[in-house]
């Protein structure tokens, strides 16, 4: 085989190797997702249909920032296994340049085997200290998952309250076209003043230019929503007609505790608090010293005595057992370290207080934000509408029987619409409320 024909199958070998590699991790991470129940019913918000449930499967499978932190997060689980063994032994070789001449025959060569042994607790420390790392880790990838879920989710319930106002101001606008067909009627036999029919015609024209603009935010989150995706350009994410009726909120101090327990954020920093008490544990453990301990044997030749016989003893290889201990002698240094580890200790529990009081005040938030749009949805949708329903309809007749102008028909249907996207907007922002603390809880709602 040719130089040349050697590099390519090396370079096939390599790139074969490394494709196999990434294989074997996306399916891991694939599997990881079902086995870890992401997929299942019960993860998704009862409310949503199942066109929001597929792009989040799809969203969780495809994002790269996720397999990145999935993948470093098992980079950490393996190696707790290493960081609690006992650390390689060394096999030692010595050459004498000069034999060695003993009465039983000359020595040539020495051989070694060594093995250091840490002071008792030491390994399962660094285990611990390991496993809160990769306990973090996980944390870590559960926080990105809920902070990609959310963001998805939020766009999402922006495109279908965007949706709502599009068919609400094209339906506002298809009644001004039948009102703007009347009133020419009217206009052409003298039963209405060319003011109406201007009048008609400029809030026409201005409804027409805001359907434009929201065409223009549609296609600005439907790209959004493609990019989290990493769809292909001409992929029009189907956003569903209706979302299910809301329901209740749970119980506000149910909803707090959960945020104790299970918020990704605070479990992160309660892992690095775990952490650093390990750390602070292993250093004291630095104070006490290290056993080695080792064999050797000496390879010694044959001798012969004045009769040319082999002298008692000869060729006989001595075995030579060792032991060594670490002496902790820079005081100095291993206090320095002890300090540092107990800042590092009152820093990480600082900062475990610092991010449950901001996530039990986001919580809050989200809360009063939860609250007020049922508030809202039952005033507007169950209280306001039907009165702008019923306020069109009698301005209408009185309209045609002349008993009111035009302009008081313009400001009946304008506050049908205002109150119809104000239904939309609190059905959109009580959602949105329930994704964000089903983040901040780390479970589903």
Not at 75 to 104: M, Y
Not at 190 to 212: F, P
Not at 256 to 278: C, D, G, Q
Not at 401 to 406: I, K, M, P, Q, Y
């Amino acid at each position: 085989m040719s130089t040349n024909n050697r590099a390519a199958v090396a370079v096939f070998c390599l790139l074969f190797a490394f494709d196999t590699a990434v294989y074997c991790q996306e399916k891991g991470y694939a599997a990881f997702l079902e086995s870890a129940s992401f997929f299942t019913e019960s993860s998704f918000p009862q409310e949503t249909g199942k066109e929001l449930q597929g792009y989040e499967r799809i969203l969780l499978e495809r994002n790269p920032e996720l397999q990145s932190q999935w993948a470093m997060w098992e980079s950490s689980r393996k190696k707790i296994a290493s960081v609690q063994s006992l650390p390689d032994p060394q096999l030692t070789f010595g050459h004498f340049l000069e034999p060695v001449q003993t009465a039983v025959g000359p020595q040539r060569y020495r051989y070694g085997l060594r093995q250091m042994v840490p002071w008792p607790g030491k390994l399962v420390v660094s285990g611990d200290i390991q496993k809160q790392t990769a306990e973090a880790a996980f944390n870590e990838f559960r926080s990105s998952v809920e902070a990609l879920l959310l963001r998805f989710r939020l766009l999402y319930y922006d495109a279908w309250y965007l949706e709502r106002i599009l068919e609400s101001t094209a339906k506002h606008l298809s009644l001004l076209e039948n009102q703007e067909e009347v009133i020419t009627v009217r206009y052409r036999s003298d039963a209405a003043v060319h003011a109406d029919l201007i009048k008609t015609e400029i809030e026409r024209i201005r409804i027409e230019d805001d359907l434009a603009s929201l065409q223009t935010k549609r296609r600005t989150l439907q790209a959004e929503m493609r990019l989290l995706l990493n769809a292909a350009e001409d992929t029009d994410i189907i956003i569903a007609d209706t979302l299910s009726p809301t329901r209740g909120i749970p119980g506000r101090e149910a909803l707090l505790e959960s945020v104790r327990l299970h918020n990704p954020e605070i479990l992160i920093a309660s892992s690095l608090a775990r952490r650093s008490l390990r750390r602070t544990a292993l250093a004291r453990l630095e104070s006490f010293p290290d056993f080695s301990a080792g064999i050797d044997i000496i390879e010694t030749g044959s001798r012969l005595d004045d009769a040319g016989a082999p002298v008692p003893g000869s060729g006989t290889n001595p075995v030579l057992l060792s032991g060594s201990v670490s002496i902790p002698l820079w005081i100095g240094k291993n206090s320095s370290r002890r300090r540092s580890e107990q800042f590092a200790e009152i820093s990480a529990s600082r900062t475990v207080t610092a991010v449950v009081n901001r996530e039990i005040s986001a919580a809050e938030k989200t809360l009063n934000e939860w609250e007020e749009s049922v508030r809202r949805i039952a005033l507007y949708r169950d209280t306001l509408l039907p009165k702008s329903i019923e306020s069109v309809q009698a301005t209408e007749k009185a309209y045609a029987a002349g008993a009111a102008d035009f302009l008081s028909l313009i400001d009946a249907l304008r506050l049908k619409l205002r109150i119809e996207l104000d239904v939309a907007g609190s059905i959109a922002a009580y959602h949105k409320a329930r994704a964000a603390m089903a983040a901040l809880t780390g479970r589903r709602l």
